[in-house]
């Protein structure tokens, strides 16, 4: 059964006893940060940690526990999407994409558990007072600094809002948007919104900037955990994130209407923020912030928000995740991503086997991927594909190589492509779009790109020496040695075999 809420998924951790309940006071001013960066940075991402006694800016207690590190692990992201292992939804993806209708009348009726689970998917309202708006605090009451807001990195602009999902709708066709973007508490009722250019939800604010209309914003925190994760997915602008989390989760997201706009939010949120942003009012200074590329982005300027009301439950918790020098929690989020997504990458690029993006390269940066090699020049072609593939296209440098390699170690995925490559044979440069927070550009979110092609070399590519075989021990020979490995007295922490 799926996990309806953010304390589902804290309970759920807790009895797998990969929860540490801090009970000691802790300061949201780096203190948080310091404690969670630790952990994270421990074999296996750390464990879950739920801070009971945060305390605040001006170490008063705070009445609201602060949850991290809650997707942190393999484990705890395959927990909060309900699976054993993360490729069990690629899977259920391809097999909705092959999906072909049968010629018999027994064949279609056999096919319809597989459109019914389809049609199961869509979100629906919660009837009733929902557990989102237990309490509400509206206009003049609302108040920010009383919620445990922490401050990360010593550099920051100030208090960040990073786990949250931002709701916006597009004002011609009505579609939603759910995203996560880092959202800066600039005082008791305002907020600074960075949304990055190529972000849906900046689509739609320049929309509504150009009809001069306010824009309704809500920021929800907590929620279902896999409406969590949707809204850091890279999803085309025409789906529906809530509906995206139902086909996760098997069951349709719960949603209530927002007290003091139109817009639908997760019944299930621990505490929702409600708002707008007038584009006729200049845009404020946001940042810096510590970010997932381990440096700080530079400030600059972003929409302000207004924080018209301020709905939570009546014993909340504060979601929140920390990003900086890899590897952090954003690894697993975007792992998940990486896992889920490749079925659909395949339908467009059906050589590839496989692909990882390794938490030095903080997604954007650096993309191994296996190919079945058909012919000469393939991986040049698989290297193209990629870069026209949506946030693919920041991807800066991309490494292919061939489908023997397990792409998953980056260890030998490095090995394999240094022995492979002849640097200025294999070594192709192109220009494109590039991360916004990529400092290193030669231009703002525009820079150039490197691939290189690591795969075995053919006659065709020019190659006319003997490629070598990998050495690998015979079979028989490890047979032998596994039987009488117990014997030997050699204790390699079950490294043995």
């Given at each position: 059964?799926?996990?309806?809420?953010l304390?589902?998924?804290?309970?759920a951790?807790?009895?797998?006893?990969?929860?540490?309940?801090?009970?000691h006071?802790?300061?949201?001013?780096?203190?948080i940060?310091?404690?969670a960066?630790?952990?994270?940075k421990?074999?296996g991402?750390?464990?879950?940690?739920?801070?009971?006694?945060?305390?605040?800016?001006?170490?008063?207690?705070?009445r609201?526990?602060?949850?991290?590190?809650?997707?942190?692990?393999?484990?705890?992201?395959?927990l909060?999407?309900?699976?054993?292992?993360?490729?069990?939804?690629?899977?259920?993806?391809?097999?909705?994409?092959?999906?072909?209708?049968?010629?018999?009348?027994?064949?279609?009726?056999?096919?319809?558990?597989?459109?019914?689970?389809v049609?199961k998917?869509?979100?629906?309202?919660?009837?009733?007072?929902?557990?989102?708006?237990?309490?509400?605090?509206?206009?003049?009451?609302?108040?920010?600094?009383?919620?445990p807001v922490?401050?990360?990195?010593?550099?920051?602009?100030?208090?960040?809002?990073?786990?949250?999902?931002?709701?916006?709708?597009?004002?011609?066709?009505?579609?939603r948007?759910?995203?996560?973007?880092?959202?800066?508490?600039?005082?008791?009722?305002?907020?600074?919104?960075?949304?990055?250019?190529?972000?849906?939800?900046?689509?739609?604010?320049?929309?509504?900037?150009e009809?001069?209309?306010?824009?309704?914003?809500?920021?929800?925190?907590?929620?279902d955990?896999?409406?969590?994760?949707?809204?850091?997915?890279?999803?085309?602008?025409?789906?529906?994130?809530?509906?995206?989390?139902g086909?996760?989760?098997?069951?349709?997201?719960?949603?209530?209407?927002?007290?003091?706009?139109?817009?639908?939010?997760?019944?299930?949120?621990?505490?929702?923020?409600?708002?707008?942003i007038?584009?006729?009012?200049?845009?404020?200074?946001?940042?810096?912030?510590?970010?997932?590329?381990?440096?700080?982005s530079?400030?600059?300027?972003?929409?302000?928000?207004h924080?018209?009301?301020?709905?939570?439950?009546?014993?909340?918790?504060?979601?929140?995740?920390?990003?900086?020098?890899?590897?952090?929690?954003?690894y697993?989020?975007?792992?998940?991503?990486?896992?889920?997504?490749?079925?659909?990458?395949?339908?467009?690029?059906?050589?590839?086997?496989?692909?990882?993006?390794p938490?030095?390269?903080?997604?954007?940066?650096?993309?191994?991927?296996?190919?079945?090699?058909?012919?000469?020049?393939?991986?040049?072609?698989?290297?193209?594909?990629?870069?026209?593939?949506?946030?693919?296209?920041?991807?800066?440098?991309?490494i292919?190589?061939?489908?023997?390699?397990?792409?998953?170690?980056?260890?030998e995925a490095?090995?394999?492509?240094?022995?492979?490559?002849?640097?200025?044979?294999?070594?192709?440069?192109?220009?494109?779009?590039?991360?916004?927070?990529?400092?290193?550009?030669?231009?703002?979110?525009?820079?150039?790109?490197?691939?290189?092609?690591?795969?075995?070399?053919?006659?065709?590519?020019?190659?006319?020496?003997e490629?070598?075989?990998r050495?690998?021990?015979?079979?028989?020979?490890?047979?032998r040695?596994?039987?009488?490995?117990?014997?030997?007295?050699?204790?390699?922490?079950?490294r043995?075999?």
């Amino acid at each position: 059964m799926a996990l309806d809420s953010l304390r589902a998924l804290i309970e759920a951790i807790a009895a797998r006893g990969d929860l540490v309940r801090v009970d000691h006071p802790v300061s949201i001013d780096k203190e948080i940060t310091e404690i969670a960066d630790r952990c994270m940075k421990s074999p296996g991402g750390g464990p879950a940690l739920l801070f009971t006694r945060p305390t605040l800016a001006g170490g008063a207690p705070s009445r609201y526990p602060v949850a991290v590190n809650l997707f942190g692990s393999g484990p705890r992201m395959a927990l909060a999407l309900g699976v054993e292992c993360l490729d069990e939804i690629g899977e259920r993806i391809a097999a909705l994409l092959h999906l072909k209708v049968p010629d018999t009348l027994l064949g279609k009726l056999a096919l319809l558990p597989q459109l019914a689970e389809v049609a199961k998917f869509p979100p629906k309202t919660a009837g009733g007072r929902p557990a989102c708006q237990e309490v509400v605090i509206r206009e003049g009451d609302v108040d920010l600094a009383q919620f445990p807001v922490p401050v990360c990195w010593p550099e920051d602009g100030g208090p960040y809002i990073t786990l949250a999902g931002v709701i916006t709708r597009d004002p011609g066709s009505g579609t939603r948007n759910v995203g996560m973007y880092r959202v800066q508490v600039l005082g008791k009722n305002e907020l600074a919104m960075h949304w990055q250019r190529h972000k849906v939800g900046a689509a739609h604010w320049r929309a509504m900037a150009e009809r001069g209309e306010r824009m309704p914003v809500a920021i929800a925190l907590g929620g279902d955990p896999a409406s969590i994760y949707a809204a850091s997915a890279p999803l085309p602008p025409t789906i529906d994130e809530f509906l995206f989390a139902g086909f996760l989760r098997r069951e349709p997201v719960r949603l209530a209407k927002a007290v003091t706009s139109d817009l639908d939010v997760p019944a299930e949120a621990e505490i929702v923020l409600e708002g707008y942003i007038d584009p006729r009012e200049e845009l404020v200074l946001e940042g810096p912030f510590g970010d997932h590329t381990g440096f700080y982005s530079l400030a600059d300027y972003y929409p302000k928000v207004h924080v018209t009301a301020v709905t939570l439950r009546t014993e909340a918790i504060w979601p929140h995740t920390i990003v900086g020098r890899p590897p952090m929690e954003d690894y697993w989020l975007g792992h998940a991503t990486e896992r889920i997504f490749l079925p659909l990458l395949k339908l467009t690029i059906p050589e590839i086997v496989d692909m990882h993006m390794p938490a030095a390269g903080i997604f954007h940066n650096l993309v191994f991927v296996s190919i079945d090699k058909q012919y000469p020049g393939q991986a040049y072609k698989v290297m193209n594909g990629l870069w026209g593939q949506g946030l693919m296209s920041l991807a800066k440098v991309v490494i292919v190589l061939d489908r023997d390699v397990n792409v998953q170690d980056p260890q030998e995925a490095w090995w394999v492509a240094l022995n492979h490559i002849d640097p200025e044979r294999d070594v192709r440069f192109t220009m494109g779009p590039i991360d916004v927070l990529d400092h290193s550009s030669r231009g703002f979110t525009f820079g150039s790109k490197m691939g290189i092609d690591a795969t075995r070399k053919w006659k065709e590519e020019g190659f006319t020496r003997e490629w070598p075989n990998r050495i690998v021990m015979d079979a028989e020979t490890k047979r032998r040695i596994d039987a009488m490995w117990g014997e030997l007295g050699i204790d390699l922490g079950g490294r043995g075999r």
